[in-house]
């Protein structure tokens, strides 16, 4: 194994930015469930995928969390913070996306978890209002509130390690800034109330100054800055996000792939959205939306790279919306239509209407994300975690490097990473008799 990777000892503490939010409750009910033997754990690659392991005739398929020495669920500690003083119980009955009799079967494990009070200022979430928050001068004394409250978590419940994620609300656009070039100017900007330190950057300085992994679930500018990036390489933190990829967008990355596998041509490309929940009232006001809009237009130029086949994409049209629509609640409806063309120019359609759930899409990326977080920590892996890209819509990379948005080429990167770390040949799908010596000389390739 890499690095003498073993399987981990002691509790791993699991912190929610965002803890009585509906995708927060509706993961923290389900995992619970999942290990009390209860209900299943569907959408979850580390709990129910399998890896390749050698060549196709050797037909060894072990599952991920059998393969690679991930936390196990029963080791799992949570809590979080958020802007209501409201068990998670009660904040997933508010969020009505379990049926009751899902929820109280975790009833009890789910009264326990409280929030601590969070990080908030309103001017980044104009939509949402909450009165369990933080109090202090300076934007540097939240973001030292935030860190008393790692340490004290991981304290009082005996952890060994700790995963800090993001699931809070999609703050406000905003761009990248002076203060946050450099590490220096970003801890001036929060000692002197800079505008443009947001929340979720005072969560992520906190946690990698704790050297605790940092997961950004939304698509505002949070760790994706050149002062956090070169501060987890400092720390020796791995970092991840951004923005979970769920349901239109997780279809863009399957759909825009086959499009340009196919050589198909397009002309047009006009995604609605629609939802009740919590996010969909935040993202109601223009500011928010746009955070959340840039995000999920910058799918499809990655994929179909319209710079190299500007007879098919160069010209194409794509536009979102999202509407708040109170009667659906978490019950999101995302449409597209697809205006396509083919040989010699002749037009075609294609339409998609995905009636999904928000939240119970969201769980399983949340569990996956923090288990594969903690891995990467014990394996001495820090920085952009592009291996994670998989399940996010605007994935962080290296500044010389071009994102990759295939959502199953982001999935064979996921798998080539774990065997890596296990010290397995990665997969090249080449059934030649010299794929041995080839793979053997295959991992510089695969990093680039």
Same mark, same amino acid.
């Given at each position: 194994?890499?690095?003498?990777?073993?399987k981990?000892?002691?509790?791993?503490?699991?912190?929610?930015?965002? $803890?009585?939010?509906?995708?927060?409750?509706?993961? +923290?009910?389900?995992?619970?469930a999942?290990?009390?033997?209860?209900a299943?754990? !569907?959408?979850?690659?580390t709990?129910?995928?399998?890896?390749?392991?050698?060549?196709?005739?050797?037909?060894?398929?072990?599952? &991920?969390?059998?393969?690679?020495?991930?936390?196990?669920?029963?080791?799992?500690?949570?809590?979080?913070?958020?802007?209501?003083?409201?068990?998670?119980?009660?904040?997933?009955?508010?969020?009505?996306?379990?049926?009751?009799?899902? $929820?109280?079967?975790?009833?009890?494990e789910?009264?326990?978890?409280?929030?601590?009070?969070?990080?908030?200022?309103?001017?980044?979430?104009?939509?949402?209002?909450?009165?369990?928050?933080?109090?202090?001068?300076?934007?540097?004394?939240?973001?030292?509130?935030?860190?008393?409250?790692?340490?004290?978590?991981?304290?009082?419940?005996? +952890?060994s390690?700790?995963?800090?994620?993001?699931?809070?609300?999609?703050?406000?656009?905003?761009?990248?800034?002076?203060?946050?070039?450099? =590490?220096?100017?970003?801890?001036?900007?929060?000692?002197?109330?800079?505008?443009? !330190?947001?929340?979720?950057?005072?969560?992520?300085?906190?946690?990698?100054?704790?050297?605790?992994?940092?997961?950004?679930?939304?698509?505002? +500018?949070?760790?994706?800055?050149?002062?956090?990036?070169?501060f987890?390489?400092?720390?020796?933190?791995?970092?991840?996000?951004?923005?979970?990829?769920?349901?239109?967008?997780? +279809?863009k990355?399957? !759909?825009?792939?086959?499009?340009?596998?196919?050589?198909?041509?397009?002309?047009?490309?006009?995604?609605?959205?629609?939802?009740?929940n919590?996010?969909?009232?935040?993202?109601?006001?223009?500011?928010?939306?746009?955070?959340?809009?840039?995000?999920?237009?910058?799918? =499809?130029?990655? &994929? =179909?790279?319209?710079?190299?086949?500007?007879?098919?994409?160069?010209?194409?049209?794509h536009?979102?919306?999202?509407?708040?629509?109170?009667?659906?609640?978490d019950?999101?409806?995302?449409?597209?239509?697809?205006?396509i063309?083919?040989w010699?120019?002749?037009?075609?359609?294609?339409?998609?209407?995905?009636?999904?759930?928000?939240?119970?899409?969201?769980?399983? &990326?949340?569990?996956?994300?923090?288990?594969?977080?903690?891995?990467?920590?014990?394996?001495?892996?820090?920085?952009?975690?592009?291996? $994670?890209?998989?399940?996010?819509?605007?994935?962080?990379?290296?500044?010389?490097?071009?994102?990759?948005?295939? =959502?199953? &080429?982001?999935?064979?990167?996921?798998?080539?990473?774990?065997?890596?770390?296990?010290?397995?040949?990665p997969?090249?799908?080449?059934?030649?008799?010299?794929?041995?010596?080839?793979?053997?000389?295959?991992?510089?390739?695969?990093?680039?």
């Amino acid at each position: 194994m890499l690095n003498n990777l073993s399987k981990p000892k002691g509790k791993l503490g699991v912190l929610i930015a965002g $803890l009585n939010g509906a995708v927060s409750t509706t993961f +923290l009910a389900g995992t619970l469930a999942v290990r009390k033997g209860k209900a299943k754990p !569907i959408g979850s690659l580390t709990q129910m995928g399998t890896i390749r392991i050698g060549k196709r005739i050797d037909a060894n398929f072990p599952k &991920i969390k059998d393969f690679v020495p991930l936390a196990d669920l029963d080791d799992l500690v949570f809590g979080g913070w958020d802007i209501r003083n409201e068990n998670t119980y009660e904040s997933a009955k508010i969020a009505q996306v379990l049926k009751d009799s899902d $929820l109280d079967v975790v009833k009890n494990e789910l009264e326990n978890i409280r929030p601590m009070r969070a990080a908030f200022q309103k001017q980044y979430v104009k939509r949402l209002d909450g009165d369990w928050v933080k109090k202090g001068e300076t934007k540097y004394d939240l973001m030292e509130q935030i860190r008393n409250d790692i340490k004290s978590f991981k304290i009082s419940n005996n +952890l060994s390690r700790l995963v800090v994620i993001w699931a809070g609300s999609t703050e406000i656009y905003t761009p990248i800034h002076n203060v946050h070039k450099t =590490l220096a100017n970003f801890e001036m900007g929060m000692r002197e109330n800079d505008d443009n !330190i947001s929340p979720s950057m005072l969560y992520a300085y906190a946690s990698i100054a704790e050297g605790v992994p940092y997961i950004m679930g939304a698509p505002n +500018l949070a760790i994706d800055t050149p002062a956090l990036i070169d501060f987890s390489k400092k720390q020796n933190v791995p970092i991840a996000g951004k923005d979970f990829k769920t349901g239109q967008t997780m +279809l863009k990355t399957v !759909i825009a792939p086959m499009l340009k596998a196919r050589m198909l041509g397009l002309t047009g490309w006009f995604s609605s959205n629609i939802l009740g929940n919590r996010d969909g009232e935040v993202l109601d006001d223009p500011d928010n939306f746009k955070t959340k809009e840039e995000s999920k237009l910058s799918v =499809l130029e990655g &994929i =179909l790279q319209p710079e190299l086949y500007p007879e098919l994409y160069a010209n194409h049209y794509h536009k979102v919306r999202i509407n708040y629509y109170p009667p659906r609640g978490d019950n999101k409806e995302g449409w597209d239509n697809i205006d396509i063309f083919g040989w010699l120019g002749y037009p075609m359609q294609l339409k998609i209407d995905f009636l999904c759930r928000d939240s119970i899409l969201a769980a399983p &990326i949340v569990l996956d994300l923090i288990l594969f977080a903690d891995l990467a920590q014990r394996s001495g892996m820090h920085g952009v975690q592009e291996w $994670l890209s998989f399940y996010f819509k605007s994935p962080m990379h290296d500044v010389d490097k071009v994102p990759e948005h295939d =959502l199953f &080429i982001q999935l064979m990167k996921l798998k080539n990473t774990l065997r890596k770390l296990m010290n397995e040949h990665p997969i090249t799908h080449l059934d030649t008799n010299g794929v041995e010596e080839f793979s053997d000389n295959i991992e510089e390739f695969l990093e680039d």
